[in-house]
Nanobody, 120 residues
Framework: QVRLVESGGGLVQPGGSLRLSCAAS????????MGWYRQAPGMQRELVAS???????NYADSAKGRFTISGDNAKNTVSLQMNSLKPEDTAGYYC??????????????WGQGTQVTVSS
């Protein structure tokens, strides 16, 4: 069993910053990548950022220059530093892990989500 727990969401004013964190625990055999999706009401799910075990990061165009994703292989965690936040960033943010638990096949695991609201 692999469990992902997100934290760091909340209410912030436009132009402000938040740092989201995701911690993976359980019987993890291997991790290929971790990242963040977001979904706003009435909108499709969007990949915000991802980072591979080797440290290669990718960002949605809307996040480039404002967000930074970082992973810690030793701790099985990933963080998303979000700066210059805009109201359009308001969404539920969901952490994912591409990997496998001990005795399992490769798959994508999901966290429960954390809400980010950008409003004055």
């Amino acid at each position: 069993q692999v469990r992902l727990v997100e934290s760091g969401g909340g209410l912030v004013q436009p132009g402000g910053s938040l740092r989201l964190s995701c911690a993976a625990s359980g019987s993890i055999f291997s991790i290929n990548a971790m990242g963040w999706y977001r979904q706003a009401p009435g909108m499709q799910r969007e990949l915000v950022a991802s980072v591979t075990r080797g440290g290669i990061a990718n960002y949605a165009d809307s996040a480039k220059g404002r967000f930074t994703i970082s992973g810690d292989n030793a701790k099985n965690t990933v963080s998303l530093q979000m700066n210059s936040l805009k109201p359009e960033d308001t969404a539920g943010y969901y952490c994912y892990l591409d990997g496998r638990h001990v005795g399992g096949d490769p798959r994508r695991y999901w966290g429960q989500g954390t809400q980010v609201t950008v409003s004055s």
